[in-house]
């Protein structure tokens, strides 16, 4: 395994950051990717910016030859200037030049608050048009977002700024009735390294958002290609989400062969459906991929079909990305909506897709299917427009490059005879090489020579496609949302009443999986009331509170003294199996 090394980020002004704890490529990968022309030596600072001479910089990615098709090698936008490029939940429009101009100003305004190049900032934005000016601007200015996720609460945000040292926190003042500056006052005394909070909106005693637009914009030093731009979150194993570093190079990359991959232009429109934040909806190619390519990205306010049906129509939408479950919704609700879906492409992954569903997106709602596979870590596999309808249904396609290295492998870790079902281990050009700052989970996380082990089950049809099969990792998938049960049952042992306490996910008719809590359990005995509000209270996140809660005598155990949750899940699907459960 490459050891992780301390890269220092030498700023201009004298100035010196280090940004440690980060796994880079190996060299000789990284030459390779450069010479294959999967890295272009771009940075994500240049999105929204007319390109220079005003030329179209699309990228396109043909299997493993990316070329540029006209104009230079920046990633920058094809439309630019007036053409509309963000409509945000209030239905206000942003051309291109008015968000172009934010960013510097954003940029800037950051850099007077002595927010450097290298510095991390936990950014914890809805779908606002403001997402898309603080992560540009961070980009410009060289600054690192963090992405949290809108349903985070206190135990998530405190941890990735403590995890990240982050010196500022961006917010907005309230989202869907939570109100943020509540939060980020309860973080704050837990991160002293914290310097700034940034709020969209009433600022409530904070720094305003639009004060930092009234900075001028001016020069800034900026990243290099190499350098992160910012950190996503992994669902992950073991305990708290871990910080997955993503670079200008890689995530360029993404953004433009994705784009090429669902035939995203200028005169595309992108509704992100799911939270920006989340790498589906932020760049394969969602909100920075489209901007990339010159489209319009649509941010509603919330993706149910009474929001989002008549601007499919109106602003026509070309693609959006869902979940499982609201496929489910959007197909069931269409008998009461006069709406046109036929020029809609569909990105559907995250969890498991039922053939069914997957057919009836061709069927029922006349739209076309991409039918995924993705990682917050990288790899991407996808099925293509062209393939035959039985390959989009049973399938989760092929990687996005050619370079993708992919070996299916045993619990030895040697490799499956072909069609046999094994651990996806993967490497390439845009799939990091260790968590930020987790030296002994990227000892495990990750094969001695860079393959990252993803915990997923697959296998691969004889004409190369790949269909998921299930997972080793001990993560409870609601739906597409990720809960470790490490997380939950760490806050759980915690409780009075929970003597021992396991997690697992049981199956739900929508969401595929759900939580449970089991627990053996001391007197006053909790109910699933409690056991939730107990976790709301530590300051867990509302999506992750379980929806069962079943009070045993015993956990059972494998042989080697683990806790069998196989067992545990057997139960509930067949009572007679034997585990004593005292009825609650
Ligand atoms: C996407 O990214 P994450 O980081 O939220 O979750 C990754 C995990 C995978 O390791 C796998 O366990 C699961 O989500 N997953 C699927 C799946 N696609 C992802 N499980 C079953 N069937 C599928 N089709 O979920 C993500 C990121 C980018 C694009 C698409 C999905």
């Not at 003597?499 to 049981?506: D, F, I, M, T, Y």
């Amino acid at each position: 395994m490459t050891p992780p090394v301390r890269i220092v980020v030498t700023i201009p002004d004298g100035r010196c950051d280090e940004l440690d704890g980060v796994v880079p490529f190996p060299p000789d990968f990284a030459a390779r990717y450069r010479a294959a022309g999967y890295w272009r030596g771009r940075v994500l600072g240049d999105l929204l910016r007319p390109s220079p001479g005003g030329d179209s910089v699309a990228v396109v990615a043909g299997g493993d030859s990316v070329a540029v098709v006209a104009g230079g090698d920046s990633v920058a936008v094809v439309a630019g200037g007036d053409s509309v490029a963000v409509v945000d939940p209030a239905g206000r429009r942003w051309a291109y030049a008015e968000l172009d101009d934010l960013a510097d100003r954003f940029a800037a305004g950051l850099a007077d608050l002595g927010v450097a190049r290298g510095d991390r900032v936990v950014v914890q934005l809805p779908n606002i048009a403001e997402f898309a000016v603080v992560s540009i601007g961070c980009y410009r200015l060289g600054a690192i977002p963090v992405y949290g996720l809108p349903g985070h609460r206190q135990r998530e945000i405190g941890y990735l700024i403590r995890h990240s040292d982050a010196v500022a926190y961006v917010v907005a003042d309230q989202h869907q009735g939570f109100r943020y500056p509540e939060l980020a006052r309860q973080v704050r005394r837990e991160a002293p390294a914290l310097r700034h909070v940034v709020v969209v909106g009433d600022p409530d005693g904070f720094t305003g958002y639009a004060d930092l637009l009234l900075a001028e914009p001016r020069e800034l030093p900026g990243p290099d290609p190499s350098d992160v731009a910012f950190f996503l979150l992994s669902g992950g194993t073991t305990g708290l989400p871990k910080l997955i570093p993503r670079t200008h190079d890689d995530y360029a990359y993404q953004l433009t062969a994705t784009a090429r991959a669902c035939g995203m232009d200028e005169h595309g429109c992108y509704l992100a459906s799911l939270p920006v934040a989340h790498n589906a909806a932020l760049g394969c190619p969602g909100l920075l991929g489209t901007l990339a390519v010159g489209g319009k990205v649509l941010l509603p306010p919330n993706p149910s079909p009474d929001e989002v049906f008549e601007l499919i129509g109106s602003e026509r939408v070309t693609l959006t990305t869902l979940m499982p479950p609201m496929v489910q919704m959007w197909r069931d609700a269409l008998e009461f909506f006069d709406v046109d879906l036929s020029g809609l492409l569909i990105q559907v992954g995250s969890a498991h897709l039922s053939p069914e569903l997957a057919r009836g997106i061709y069927t029922e709602m006349g739209s076309r299917l991409t039918h995924w596979f993705g990682m917050a870590e990288g790899i991407l596999t996808y099925t293509r427009l062209d393939d035959p309808i039985d390959v989009i249904v049973h399938t989760q396609g092929r990687p996005l490059a050619e370079a993708d290295e992919i070996r299916v492998v045993d619990p030895e870790g040697a490799d499956v005879p072909p069609g046999e079902v094994g651990e996806l281990l993967t490497r390439g050009p845009y799939t990091i090489r260790g968590y930020y700052r987790a030296p002994e989970v990227n000892a495990t996380a990750f094969t001695a020579d860079g393959f990252l082990r993803t915990g997923d089950l697959v296998r691969f049809t004889p004409d190369g496609n790949m269909v998921v099969e299930g997972r080793l990792k001990d993560v409870i998938n609601k739906g597409g949302e990720k809960i470790t049960a490490a997380e939950l049952e760490d806050v759980l042992h915690l409780h009075p009443a929970l003597r021992r306490v396991a997690v697992v996910g049981v199956p739900d008719p929508v969401m595929g999986e759900v939580p449970c809590v089991f627990a053996v359990c001391a007197e006053p005995v909790p109910t699933l009331r409690d056991v939730r509000e107990y976790l709301r209270e530590a300051g867990v996140a509302g999506y992750k509170l379980p929806d069962h809660f079943e009070v045993v005598d015993s956990l059972p155990r494998t042989t080697v003294g683990k806790i069998d949750k196989n067992r545990l899940r057997q139960s509930l699907s067949a009572p007679s199996s034997g585990l004593p459960n005292p009825g609650r």
